[in-house]
């Protein structure tokens, strides 16, 4: 499991980082065009550079735009599967493997409402975004098992 774990983080680092240079080419390349844009309603260019890119559309609403914590959310996704890499590699004591699991299911729930955003609001198919929901998925998946293997815990299903 740790090195499907391990797969995961590196993938998912991987589509963040892919996803943050998208950005940053498109802000500085006005007519660069990504490779995941197929057509006008599969674009990741026009989800990664649409007002929600950003501080997942809420932070800069209530903090400001300006605010440290607006920051693109692919880079919330780098230092989160970072951070999930890290905790992957340490002892898997009960902390830990509690910690992932919480950490994980955050990401579903981020998820699923980017995944909202990106179906009904922007109505756009993004395949990044999709990749990474993906291995939020499987990460999730790995950290369940584990969390219901933990001796005396109370078992979610």
Known sequence: MGLYVKAGCVAGLLISLYALWIELQVYSHSNYLALCDLHQYISCSRVLT??????????????????????????YGVFYYLIYLTLDTVPQSVTVTKLKFSMSLSSIAMSLYLAYILAFILVDLCLVCISSYVVNCSLFAAAFHKYNALPGEKKLI
């Open 50 to 75: 649409s007002s929600y890119s950003k501080g997942f559309g809420v932070i800069g609403e209530i903090l400001g735009q300006d605010h440290i914590l607006n920051q693109p959310n692919c880079l």
